[in-house]
Nanobody, 125 residues
């Protein structure tokens, strides 16, 4: 059974930083691309960042480009999201997800087959 467990969320002031982690078990982690999504209250789940299985390719939503960095450590079966210069509009539940090997996109929720339970990020102004 594949399991994804996020951690690292919390309350931070605007301009601050947080590092989210997503530990993956029950699969051969290194052969799957991964993604981070977020969902704010009353809104749909939106793409934040994605990373190829080698880590050689990364993808970002325009809203986080230059502030967030996705990375992975295949030896630790973990994917990270470093979030800098946080803004109140970054407040959301953040989810990591495993991208289907057959998918040809990173940006759609339907491209992912396993999801974590989410971790809350709250940015105060």
């Amino acid at each position: 059974q594949v399991q994804l467990v996020e951690s690292g969320g919390g309350l931070v002031q605007a301009g601050g930083s947080l590092r989210l982690s997503c530990a993956v078990s029950g699969q051969t982690f290194m052969i799957y691309s991964m993604g981070w999504f977020r969902q704010a209250p009353g809104k749909g789940r939106e793409f934040v960042a994605g990373i190829s299985w080698t880590g050689g390719s990364t993808y970002y939503a325009d809203s986080v480009k230059g502030r967030f960095t996705i990375s992975r450590d295949n030896a630790k079966n973990t994917v990270y999201l470093q979030m800098n210069s946080l803004k109140p509009e970054d407040t959301a539940i953040y989810y990591c997800a495993r991208r289907r090997s057959s998918s040809n996109t990173y940006y759609d929720t339907g491209a992912y087959d396993y999801w974590g339970q989410g971790t809350q990020v709250t940015v105060s102004s």
